[in-house]
């Protein structure tokens, strides 16, 4: 079955190592995930190309469960196409479509209150300024001025709210990526000093790993903002006080890649399935629609999302974002061997 996803001829794949046919993923790293024990878990998904376009899903766990040390590790590949094409877009557009019919309608409702709340401020302000042109009554001049701060400060938190909303609405409407040509590491530091002063503020280290040289990539720089953030926020939720957030940056030959990690309690292999689900949320507070959205906005940027986390040490998303000019790619023959290398997707 491994060998009609891949598009590899039966006699010629068995034996072989599968890091020759699925070069891209990070195998070393993914080797050693069961070494130091613990319920580490690595799921990702990818496409190939031959013999014909394919969704395949990948998911590695230990064979010792929790044991340390290693006793190999059970690859899981599942061809996911149909699935997607027949029944995922379909939900998920349904699903969005209610949430923003949903979001909308509390939008109205919210915004309603806000405005007469907005006009009545206005009001207020309009006799204020008619005080102002009282004279002779003692201290009226300073209970004038304090009333005037206390409406400029309620005034600008109506504003903000109305903000908030609007941003909401526009984060569940899907939008088309504007595209235009980058660099990822830019991005990444400029989101982060965007989130400097809260980071700060929980006592949280950040840790950069960007990897020099990357090369440039198309991507919506506002999306990829919206996206990190909601990553970014995440782990710095799940991370207690005196831990660590890490960037880190890198390519290969097809791609370019960026990973948040966190020191948090890592997510258990049963909630795995679900954490993308519109609603579904381990936090107390959360809405549950932030990894929806930022798995709509890579798929939009016809990129994909890792994740892979260890109960009790933390959570990494890794997000792969497609070069502009992908060069086809052949496998490398065997050693010893003289047929033609099959092409690889």
Do not use: C
Request: glycine share 10%; net charge negative; aromatic share 4%.
């Amino acid at each position: 079955m491994a060998t009609r996803m891949l598009g590899i001829p039966p006699e010629s794949g068995d034996g072989e190592l599968v890091t020759r046919y699925l070069p891209d993923l990070d195998w070393a790293h993914i080797s050693g995930l069961d070494r130091a024990g613990g319920n580490g878990v690595f799921r990702a998904e990818f496409e190939v190309e031959y013999p014909r376009p394919r969704l395949l899903r990948l998911h590695v766990r230990p064979l010792d469960g929790a044991a340390p040390g290693s006793s190999g590790q059970v690859l899981v590949l599942n061809d996911a196409t149909e699935a997607r094409q027949a029944t995922s877009e379909a939900v998920e557009a349904e699903r969005v479509h209610a949430m923003t019919l949903l979001a909308g309608s509390l939008a109205h409702e919210i915004g309603n209150p806000l405005n007469a709340l907005h006009i009545h401020l206005q009001l207020m302000a309009r006799e204020v300024r008619k005080l102002r042109r009282l004279d002779g009554v003692p201290g009226l001049s300073e209970t004038v001025e304090r009333l005037d701060g206390f409406l400029g400060v309620a005034t600008g938190e109506i504003d903000r709210l109305d903000y908030i909303i609007t941003e909401f609405l526009q984060a569940l409407r899907p939008t088309a990526p504007k595209l235009q040509a980058g660099s990822l590491n830019e991005t990444g530091l400029e989101t982060l000093a965007l989130l400097r002063p809260e980071l700060e503020d929980r006592g949280l280290s950040v840790v950069t790993e960007l990897a020099s040289g990357l090369p440039p990539v198309l991507f919506d720089p506002a999306q990829l903002k919206q996206v990190l953030v909601n990553l970014l926020k995440n782990a710095m939720q799940a991370t207690s006080p005196q831990g660590t957030i890490t960037l880190r940056s890198g390519s290969t030959p097809e791609a370019v890649w960026m990973a948040v990690g966190d020191t948090g309690p890592g997510i258990p292999p049963e909630q795995l399935n679900r954490i993308f689900e519109p609603f579904y949320t381990t936090k107390a507070k959360g809405t549950g629609l932030g990894l929806l959205i930022v798995q709509r906005i890579i798929r939009d940027h016809g990129g994909r999302i890792e994740l892979e986390s260890t109960v009790g040490k933390g959570t990494t998303f890794k997000l792969w974002l497609p070069l502009r000019d992908r060069r086809p790619r052949l496998i490398a023959p065997a050693p010893g061997s003289s047929s033609p290398p099959a092409p690889a997707g």
